[in-house]
């Protein structure tokens, strides 16, 4: 399967990539792992990625598309992908259409996770991770609590609450998502591409995903 996954911080965006490319084989994308992989790996486009992080600054869109060009192009995108919170912006959008067109690839759907803001509030105020890089395990205090407080059950480093994930910075995380990508709902409608789902659960999800793509649960 070919998707592209949108909905505000919180929604879920990434465990249904996890569940869908376990039972699909379809590889999950997302801006940051290819930024990361790109600055570790000191090519050349990793290291102009490299500035605009240092600089503190949004890294340019030219040069997001043409990472998202060569990832695209790896074997194992041959078996699916899923866009995981790309595009951003309508610009963006527009952008990845062009580059699709020009690969040959055409998508099945962009599914879009519904969330209440009480939701997500709650949803992100109580997660934690793993400060483990090679880990970052998620935990939630009320859904899925580590078995020792503060500490990861996976590698036993330190589990903390995330700088972006206070009440405030969530807030501006919510306003920017619907300034910059919640008119990307609107976009990909007018392309008869739109899957809206509540995400009330994974399991409710994964069942509408399955239903509307013919697969197998």
């Known amino acids: 399967m070919k998707l592209i996954l949108l909905g505000a911080p919180g929604a879920g965006k990434g465990?249904?990539?996890?569940?869908?490319s376990a039972m699909d084989g379809a590889v999950q994308i997302s801006?940051?792992?290819i930024l990361r992989s790109a600055v570790e790996a000191g090519t050349e486009l990793?290291?102009?990625?490299?500035?605009?992080i240092r600089r503190g600054e949004l890294v340019a869109d030219e040069l997001i598309m043409t990472l998202m060009e060569h990832r695209l192009q790896q074997a194992d995108?041959?078996?699916?992908?899923?866009?995981?919170?790309?595009?951003?912006?309508?610009?963006?959008?527009?952008?990845?259409?062009?580059?699709?067109?020009?690969?040959?690839?055409?998508?099945d759907k962009v599914l879009n996770l519904e969330t209440s803001r009480e939701v997500l509030l709650?949803?992100?105020?109580?997660?934690?991770?793993?400060?483990?890089?090679?880990c970052q395990a998620i935990y939630n205090l009320n859904s899925k609590p580590p078995a020792v407080a503060g500490i990861c059950d996976q590698c036993g480093s330190e589990v903390l609450q995330r700088d972006d994930e206070t009440e405030v910075a969530i807030a501006?995380?919510?306003?920017a998502y619907h300034?910059?990508?919640?008119?990307?709902?609107?976009?990909?409608e007018q392309q008869g591409l739109l899957m809206s789902v509540q995400s009330t659960s994974s399991e409710a999800v994964l069942k509408a995903v399955t239903e509307q793509l013919g697969l197998k649960d």
């Open 31 to 33: 801006t940051g792992d």
């Open 179 to 188: 300034t910059k990508t919640a008119p990307l709902i609107g976009f990909y």
């Open 77 to 107: 995108c041959e078996s699916g992908f899923l866009l995981d919170g790309f595009p951003r912006t309508i610009p963006q959008a527009e952008a990845l259409n062009q580059l699709l067109d020009k690969l040959g690839i055409a998508l």
């Open 15 to 20: 465990t249904i990539a996890k569940l869908l």
């Open 172 to 175: 501006q995380r919510l306003t």
């Open 122 to 134: 709650n949803r992100l105020t109580t997660r934690r991770t793993c400060v483990n890089r090679d």
């Open 46 to 52: 990793g290291r102009q990625a490299r500035g605009y």
